[in-house]
């Protein structure tokens, strides 16, 4: 049992650079969610997930999409990736009789 | 959008004291939540708490939902040096969650 786990780790993109971040769980958690921390501020939701088939937009969603084909995986996509995304990525899942998260181990994305 | 402000941004203590910190919004939530982050790791949900003016220990630590369901604080006693980490508050509403800044903690032996 695995739990919620990210790759990849790290990653160092230029500018304009494209890239996906999977995100996989194995709770059977309904809702998944994206997230960045930034220094000095606490986390961030870029977009959600209630349900496979299923995306919504959070608090910071321009230059990110995602996908949710599978429901144990939430990918998360740069397109053309910017500096301003340089950040640590966070997944977080939960079942649907809780308001409990549970967090992957995040990914540190560099954008140069 | 709403906004969480929690304080102190960073505390340094003594092993043995107790702590204090806590967390204001402008908004009104339907669920608070603690949540502690070590470094290179995601937050780990330490308490949750359900309804305005819930209190709600889990060990030395004791949390609670503010009456007017705009703040809670975290109270953490007799510290001990794997206290350590930053605590996020964290208030939600459905899938809207909103974190504060983070409490840096450490603890001196």
């Known amino acids: 049992n695995a739990g919620v786990t990210q790759t990849p780790k790290f990653r160092v993109l230029k500018t304009g650079q494209s890239m996906t971040l999977l995100c996989a769980q194995d709770m059977n958690h309904e809702y998944m969610y994206w997230y960045r921390q930034d220094p000095g501020m606490g986390l961030r939701l870029i977009h959600y997930s209630v349900g496979e088939g299923t995306t919504a937009k959070g608090e910071v969603p321009d230059g990110y999409n995602v996908s949710r084909l599978k429901k144990q995986n939430f990918l998360l996509g740069l397109e053309s990736a910017a500096p301003s995304q340089t950040s640590v990525y966070f997944c977080?899942?939960?079942?649907?009789?809780?308001?409990?998260?549970?967090f992957g181990p995040g990914t540190r994305l560099t954008v140069l | 959008g709403q906004q969480l402000n929690q304080s102190p941004q960073s505390m340094f203590i003594q092993e043995g004291e107790d702590v204090s910190m806590n967390c204001t919004s402008s908004s009104i939530f339907n669920t608070w939540l603690w949540y502690k982050q070590d470094p290179g790791e995601g937050p780990v949900l330490l308490i949750a708490?359900?309804?305005?003016?819930e209190l709600t220990s889990n060990g030395r630590l004791t949390a609670q939902f503010g009456i007017t369901r705009k703040d809670s604080f975290l109270n953490i006693s007799a510290s001990i040096p794997s206290d350590v980490g930053i605590y996020f508050c964290a208030g939600n509403n459905n899938n809207d969650m909103r974190f504060g800044a983070g409490t840096r903690l450490t603890v001196k032996p």
């Open positions: 708490l359900y309804k305005a003016g």
């Open positions: 977080a899942t939960r079942g649907s009789s809780t308001d409990t998260q549970y």
